[in-house]
Nanobody, 119 residues
Framework: QEQLVESGGGLVQPGGSLRLSCAASGYIFEINTMAWYRQAPGKQRALVAAITTGGTTNYADSVKGRYTISRDNTKRTVFLQMNGLEPEDTAVYYC?????????????WGQGTQVTVSS
């Protein structure tokens, strides 16, 4: 059964760093583009970063130069290194397939991991 488990969130001061991890159970995650999303209070969930199976990445403009997405296919794990965190980065972070595949697959979201940036 496909499952996503995010971890690594927490409370950090502005300018700090966090590294999020996503353990993905299921072959579908190994062979498709994976992505990180976030949902801030009162806002819709938004795509933050994505990585193909070959390692090509892309990022939302708001996080370019600060975030780095990576993956370890042997362990079906996706990471998000977040540096230079800002209060505006406060959100629940989720990993999943890229937006198109996510809709096709119909796999539920994981529980997410809370990131709070505050002094």
């Amino acid at each position: 059964q496909e499952q996503l488990v995010e971890s690594g969130g927490g409370l950090v001061q502005p300018g700090g760093s966090l590294r999020l991890s996503c353990a993905a159970s299921g072959y579908i995650f190994e062979i498709n583009t994976m992505a990180w999303y976030r949902q801030a209070p009162g806002k819709q969930r938004a795509l933050v970063a994505a990585i193909t199976t070959g390692g090509t990445t892309n990022y939302a403009d708001s996080v370019k130069g600060r975030y780095t997405i990576s993956r370890d296919n042997t362990k079906r794990t996706v990471f998000l290194q977040m540096n230079g965190l800002e209060p505006e980065d406060t959100a629940v972070y989720y990993c999943h397939l890229d937006p198109v595949m996510r809709l096709r697959a119909g796999i539920p979201w994981g529980q997410g991991t809370q990131v709070t940036v505050s002094s």
